[in-house]
């Protein structure tokens, strides 16, 4: 199991672009500081290649007995402050310089004959300098040679450098960063279809989900159409199961009833004719639910003709009218099972009350409007607030009434809506009236919309 810390939250796709965004710049700017290491390294050994073939030039016009330079040089070492500069020390302490050092004094460390030190001070005007140093012997004499160049212009290059190299790593990381985020949408539009299954499951449109799926999450799809594939299956075997339990117990009673008589089991003939009606309103609720299957979408054009159908077979010797008006799209947001054992329980009820007709009105709106009413004899308001309670009953001679209401109201409630009962304007009997929110479903299912 991972914990929540190890799972992390927030965008999966922000996530990536912190984590590739901080490598490549790290990578990108690594590789421009050790290009321009590189590139410094190496144009200093350049410049000081060449500062040694001009010592070596210096060397060959330096006049040795009076320490004068008798021969041309370059012309940048007699400009002042040209940048390019000598500086010969001799052992008995005589000094000569170019004419471009001007009054500028650079530090001179006497070198051994052979020897040669590279180094770098600052020269006038803010210029950086990098010295030559090499000792030598020639006719007896003793002296230390140091040739200089200004380093300001590479040092501005390899600044500007820098700067194209920083530009650049950060356009290429946004570049990189763009161009990994339209793959990782192009790869999540494959993921959006599960959403949208999802979605479409909760409508009930669907019963399973899609598997042709990137081989990432499929195996978490597989994982979730077993979960509801079980899930199906457990509500199936539990309503199967209470049918059967119904049935099996339906017998013993019937004996129980005809084998009973005395006064002393008028009390256990009463509990059982009590179970029988319970049993009884089972097998009805069974028969009128038919084949709903769980998580599907109630679709009232073909269901509520179906269950009309259902509640004139079992009230046939009655040949009820049973009268509809549908006014909502082909697919409702509400689960199939759910509606059918509510409006199951609303014609059940309507139709042993009625003389002969039932009318049941289904209006899709801002919520979901039905109304069951029928022509029997009605009940007074006050009557009706018995009804709020959990199997209270207007006529205990006929079963059943009280409790099959009650069990619509919890259905209600579930789903945030709302119930009365009262006398039918348009009948004369028994109206129940519901309203069912739907309109944030309908939003986020966008159902009704594209019907």
């Known amino acids: 199991m991972y914990s929540a810390a190890e799972l992390g939250g927030g965008s999966l796709e922000r996530s990536l672009q912190w984590a590739l965004g901080i490598l490549v710049v790290t990578v990108l700017l690594s590789l421009t500081g050790s290009a321009l290491w590189i590139g410094r390294e190496g144009a200093e050994r350049f410049v000081a290649s060449r500062l040694a073939h001009d010592a070596e030039a210096l060397i060959a016009v330096l006049d040795l007995q009076t320490g004068e330079v008798g021969g041309p040089l370059p012309p940048v070492y007699n400009q002042p402050f040209s940048g390019h500069y000598y500086w010969v020390r001799f052992d008995d302490g005589r000094v000569r310089r170019s004419r471009s050092l001007w009054d500028h004094q650079l530090e001179v460390v006497a070198v051994a004959p052979g020897e040669t030190v590279l180094d770098r001070q600052d020269g006038p005007r803010d210029q950086r300098l990098l010295l030559w140093h090499a000792g030598f012997e020639k006719q007896g004499e003793r002296f230390t040679v140091a040739v200089a160049e200004d380093l300001t212009p590479l040092l501005g290059t390899l600044r500007l450098l820098l700067w194209v190299g920083i530009g650049i790593s950060l356009l290429g990381t946004l570049t990189l960063l763009l161009v990994q985020r339209w793959l990782l949408r192009r790869g999540f539009k494959r993921v959006a279809a599960v959403r949208s299954d999802l979605r479409r499951l909760d409508a009930g449109e669907i019963e399973r989900l899609r598997e042709d799926v990137p081989e990432e999450i499929k195996p978490l799809v597989r994982e979730l159409n077993q979960f509801i594939d079980a899930w199906r299956s457990h509500l199936q075997r539990s309503r199967q199961a209470l049918g059967n339990l119904a049935h099996a117990l339906k017998s013993p009673l019937n004996l129980i009833l005809l084998h009973n008589s005395g006064a002393a089991n008028d009390l256990v003939a009463e509990q059982a004719v009590r179970m029988r009606v319970l049993i009884d309103r089972e097998l009805r ?97 006050e009557a009706a607030q018995l009804l709020s309670a959990r199997g209270g009953r207007l006529d205990e001679s006929i079963p059943g009434h009280g409790l099959g209401l009650s069990i619509v109201q919890e259905i209600v409630r579930m789903h945030g809506g709302r119930v009365g009962f009262g006398r039918s304007e348009k009948l004369g009997g028994f109206a129940s009236e519901i309203e069912l929110p739907g309109s944030r479903r309908q939003q986020e299912l966008g159902v009704g919309e594209t019907i």
């Open 285 to 381: 609720r069974a028969r009128l639910a038919g084949d709903g299957s769980p998580g599907r979408c109630f679709r009232p054009h073909e269901d509520i003709p179906d269950l009309v159908a259902g509640v004139q077979t079992l009230y046939k010797e009655r040949s009820l009218e049973i009268s509809t008006e549908i006014d909502s799209p082909e697919r409702l947001p509400f689960d199939e099972e759910d509606m059918l054992e509510l409006l199951g329980n609303l014609l059940d009820n309507a139709a042993k009350w009625a003389q002969r007709r039932v009318h049941i009105g289904l209006r899709w709106g801002e919520a979901l409007h039905i109304l069951v009413e029928d022509d029997g004899p009605g009940v007074d308001p």
